[in-house]
């Protein structure tokens, strides 16, 4: 594809359901990154990979996060059991090397918890 | 910690007119610097970075140590020009030295007007 491809782009979850969002990063591209961002803020830094190994969680803001790469390529952020405060755009984004030099974003998946 | 400081949200200017994004940053290490752009319906991307040293699209950003700041000026702006932009840094992370991590700011944005 012709770059970094997130779905779905809208998600609505009632409180307390498991949500699965998935990222296609550019072809080849070595590292991958999660960003949250709420409304009226900047995307805030969730988690980071470099092919399929997860270097750093730090910014998962609790258990109920969790992300995974298993083939390098396709990377996929669950949510369990959703609370208001997770609403957000999710931002997935891309890049061909092992530091951040330019990042490829996709168009994000909005999360919406009734 | 890393920190960055947008202290405008809203920037309103006409046509032609000179503007200045304004950016400072919170970091004791060697930081590197970019400006992202999102443009209506459109997904972040990057506008540039300080070690690249170009002008893309007319924009120039200096980074100033001293005073921990990198503002985005452009002598002349244009109506395309109206976007969020926001500023980031990335700084080294870990024993390694990889600076992947990027901290944004809560973004401004630019309205130009005719």
């Given at each position: 594809g012709a770059g970094v491809s997130q779905s779905p782009r809208y998600k609505v979850a009632k409180r307390g359901q498991d949500v699965a969002l998935r990222c296609d990063p550019i072809s080849g591209h070595v590292?991958?990154?999660?960003?949250?961002?709420?409304?009226?803020?900047?995307?805030e830094f969730l988690t980071y990979f470099q092919n399929e190994a997860q270097l750093d969680k730090s910014g998962l803001p609790s258990d109920r996060f969790f992300a995974e790469r298993p083939e390098g390529s396709?990377?996929?952020?669950?949510?369990?059991?959703?609370?208001?405060?997770?609403?957000a755009v999710y931002l997935c984004a891309s890049s061909p090397g092992t530091h951040g030099e330019k990042l490829f974003f996709g168009s994000g998946t909005q999360l919406s918890v009734l | 910690a890393q920190r960055v400081t947008q202290p405008e949200k809203l920037l309103s200017v006409f046509k032609g007119?000179?503007?200045?994004?304004?950016?400072?940053?919170?970091?004791?290490?060697s930081p590197e610097?970019?400006?992202?752009?999102?443009?209506?319906?459109?997904?972040?991307?990057?506008?540039?970075?300080?070690?690249?040293?170009?002008s893309i699209?007319?924009?120039?950003?200096?980074?100033?140590?001293g005073?921990?700041?990198?503002?985005?000026?452009?002598?002349?702006?244009?109506?395309e020009d109206s976007a969020m932009y926001y500023c980031a840094?990335?700084?080294?992370?870990?024993?390694?030295?990889?600076?992947?991590?990027?901290?944004?700011?809560?973004?401004?944005?630019?309205?130009?007007?005719?």
């Open positions: 590292s991958l990154f999660w960003y949250q961002q709420a409304l009226g803020q900047g995307p396709v990377s996929t952020l669950k949510i369990q059991r959703t609370q208001q405060e997770d609403s | 007119a000179p503007v200045e994004l304004k950016c400072n940053y919170s970091y004791s290490g610097l970019f400006w992202y752009v999102q443009y209506s319906r459109q997904r972040l991307q990057l506008l540039l970075r300080h070690i690249s040293r170009e699209k007319g924009f120039t950003a200096d980074l100033n140590k005073e921990t700041s990198f503002h985005l000026k452009k002598p002349f702006a244009q109506e840094l990335s700084g080294l992370v870990g024993s390694g030295g990889s600076n992947y991590k990027l901290t944004f700011g809560k973004g401004t944005l630019l309205t130009v007007n005719p």
